[in-house]
């Protein structure tokens, strides 16, 4: 599952070596805003080095590399692509060119390299009012793309809008986002909440982007990963709520009922499918999720 996704900056030893004890599904390691122009280098042996050595047990490998429309983008793949991580980040992704062009040269890196065609994944980072008007194209511009990401502070300095914590002015592009996403069989995952002290607001946020249908959200700060693996974990009544969805269809089959009701509502196809998301999630968790159909 990748219901949270934390942010460590590339140049900061103390905090990469502990990446897999911070509770995060995934953790991306930043070689981009992070990093000023003259750590660059130093970060991307510091990442390279931590990958290598660190094994980083039960967490996803991201890596945000550097955008296209800089010198170093090349530089980040040929260093990180032969390592094998889970995904590259590619940041201020516009159109399904620059994801075209970011495939093309992670394919010839594991050509190289003796790779499996596709063994390094794709989560581009929507930042930009022309990337989120393209996400869909973005979305489904390869195999490779595994998820995409919205970043709402770049994205609000492009709009000429103030970023706030109820995030008004970025409603229209995570809809957007679920949408794109949901239309090209991948993940979506939110934006950070960007007040680290503010333990209701990343509960309150998060629920939000939930509810929009987002897979999970990131975090800039390692105290809000808990309350997002939470908010993006299902409940026990979610669970045994999916278990009696289930068992009211393994009874109805057994009596011969074309249609089956629980609780005073008929069990539709969209139920039945939640129900199944539950369950699979459930099952991920470790919470228990077989289905007795």
Avoid at 92 to 114: L, M
């Amino acid at each position: 599952m990748r219901r949270s996704m934390l942010f460590l900056p590339g140049n900061t030893p103390n905090m990469i070596i502990n990446g897999d004890a911070l509770g995060a599904d995934s953790i991306i390691l930043d070689l981009e805003d992070a990093v000023s122009p003259d750590e660059k280098d130093a970060a991307r042996l510091l990442v390279r080095s931590a990958i290598e050595r660190m094994g980083f047990s039960g967490v996803e490998i991201t890596v945000r590399i550097n955008s296209i429309d800089t010198d170093y983008w090349r530089d980040d793949l040929e260093a990180i692509v032969p390592l094998k991580p889970d995904l590259i980040m590619p940041p201020k992704a516009s159109c399904a060119e620059d994801i075209k062009k970011v495939d093309s040269y992670i394919s010839s890196i594991e050509e190289r390299c003796g790779m499996p065609q596709g063994s390094v994944r794709l989560i581009p980072l929507i930042e930009t009012a022309l990337g989120v008007e393209n996400a869909y194209a973005i979305a489904s511009a390869c195999p490779r793309v595994a998820a995409i990401f919205l970043g709402g502070e770049d994205l609000t300095a492009d709009l000429r809008c103030k970023r706030t914590k109820g995030g008004n002015e970025i409603d229209y592009a995570r809809k957007r986002l679920v949408v794109a996403a949901r239309a090209a069989g991948v993940d979506a995952v939110d934006t950070p909440f960007t007040d680290v002290n503010d333990d209701e607001g990343i509960a309150v946020d998060a629920e939000y982007a939930k509810s929009l249908g987002f897979t999970g959200k990131s975090a800039i700060a390692p105290r809000h990963v808990k309350v997002i693996n939470s908010v993006f974990s299902p409940t026990q009544k979610d669970i045994d709520y999916a278990r009696m969805v289930f068992e009211a269809i393994r009874i109805g089959k057994e009596q011969g009922k074309g249609a089956v009701s629980l609780l005073g509502k008929m069990i539709d196809k969209p139920i039945v499918e939640r129900a199944r998301q539950t369950l699979e999630a459930a099952r991920q968790l470790g919470l228990g999720g077989d289905i007795d159909e």
